[in-house]
Each structure stands twice: as structure tokens, then as C-alpha cells.
């Protein structure tokens, strides 16, 4: 594969919103924010899985302080609600892992689109205006970059939105393990995994950091193979 291959994108474009996206993700003033783009992965992914396993859908709650929720209804136990409950902390990481292998087929432009066209769905289940606020910056935003901006735009964009989903999957499990040792998310993803299963939900967290972290790593071999 060769993610930045005959789109006219350098090396040094591809470091450089690696760069930025690190900067967007690590430093936590600017994080504070970003952060709501990576919870309406997460919880979107909790919604689609819901919908794929045949759960009822009720809807998606985004809040300020970057935390969300995914309601749905259907039986309390069973391989359902465990695979509703595990596809969240996964989600933005298997998203930018799609993304980079659509930047390495050169389809950035289509990348663009398919955002678009989930956040349009998207709020469709959101039942709170800050969530619908901040699904609508974010497709606006993706719009812009689409309608109005040259393809080396778009491509940089592409990068920089593929670096930040795949280094912005890591984060929130770190946070998710420094919470459980406070004890301040008893009803944490992977805690309720861990009623529901018997596993511990210590076991849940290092499976979710797992796959973020070799997701990563993946996306970032794409992303940087024969990229100068």
C-alpha cells in the first residue's frame, strides 16, 4: 500500500499533521475540545453496533464536558449489549485505520463524504442540543473542507483527521484506567463488560488499549510507508 502515493502529498506533509494531531490530542487545554470529536465516534459506534445486533436505537447524548451517552433497549445479558458496550473505546481507532486505507487509495474526497454522511445520520438520533450542535460544526466543517478547498487540502485534512482518530482512540482509554484507579467509573465501559462477562474489567481496559495501540501502529506504518 502506498498511503500518500500519486496525491501529490510529501513526507513531510504527512510528519507534519502527525505532528499537529499529537499536539491536538496531547496537550490538554486544546484536548478539552477536540476531545467531543472523538466522543461522537465512541458513542457512534455504541449506536451502530446496537442497530447491527438488532437492539433498539433510542438515541445519542453528547455533553460539554466531552462525556456521552448511547441509549438503547434489548435484552440486559447476552453477546448483543457485550458486543453494544465494547465497540466504543475501539471505534475511533478502527475509524482511522478505514481512513488511512482510503487515504492509501487515494479516495480522500470519498473519505470526506462518508463523514459527512454519518454525522448527517448521526443527528438524526441525537436527543440534546450541544450534541446537535457539535455533530453540526463537525459536518460544516467537513463540508467546507470538501466544497471549498483544492485537493492538497483535502488531502492535509484527510491526514491530519486519520493521525487525530487513530493517536485520539489511545487517550481516553489511559484516562478510562486513571479514573478506575480513583474509583470514580465503577460504570465504565469496561466495568459493565466485566459484570456482564465475569472478566475483570481491568482485563477490558488493556484489550481496549491493545487494539487503540495496534491500531496505531498499523495506520501509521500506511500513513508513513513510501510517503516522500
Known sequence: MNPAGGSGVSQIMVVGMGVL???????????????????????????????LVGRRLEGIHLHSDTS??????????????????????????????????????N?????????????????????NGFGVFAVLATG?????????????????????ITWFLLLGG???????????????????DADQLGQLTGLPGGLWVIMFGLTTLGCLLLGAVWLLHLSG
Open 170 to 188: 489511545v487517550r481516553p482509554v489511559s484516562e478510562l484506567q486513571a479514573r478506575r484507579r480513583r474509583r470514580r467509573s465503577r460504570d465504565s
Open 21 to 51: 494531531a499529537l499536539l491536538l490530542v496531547g496537550y490538554s487545554a486544546v484536548w478539552r475540545v477536540t476531545r467531543t470529536a472523538v466522543t461522537i465516534v465512541h458513542e457512534g459506534g455504541h449506536a451502530l453496533v446496537a442497530v
Open 68 to 105: 456521552g451517552l448511547a441509549i438503547s433497549r434489548g435484552r440486559p445479558t447476552g453477546p448483543g449489549v457485550m458486543a453494544t458496550m465494547a465497540a466504543g473505546y475501539p471505534m475511533p481507532s478502527l475509524v482511522g485505520l478505514g481512513c488511512a486505507s482510503l487515504l492509501g487509495a
Open 140 to 160: 460544516l466543517l467537513l463540508a467546507a473542507i470538501a466544497f471549498l478547498t483544492p485537493t492538497i487540502v483535502q488531502s492535509a485534512f484527510g491526514y491530519l
Open 107 to 127: 479516495k480522500v474526497t470519498g473519505m470526506l463524504w462518508v463523514g459527512i454522511v454519518v454525522l448527517v445520520a448521526t443527528l438524526f438520533v441525537v436527543r
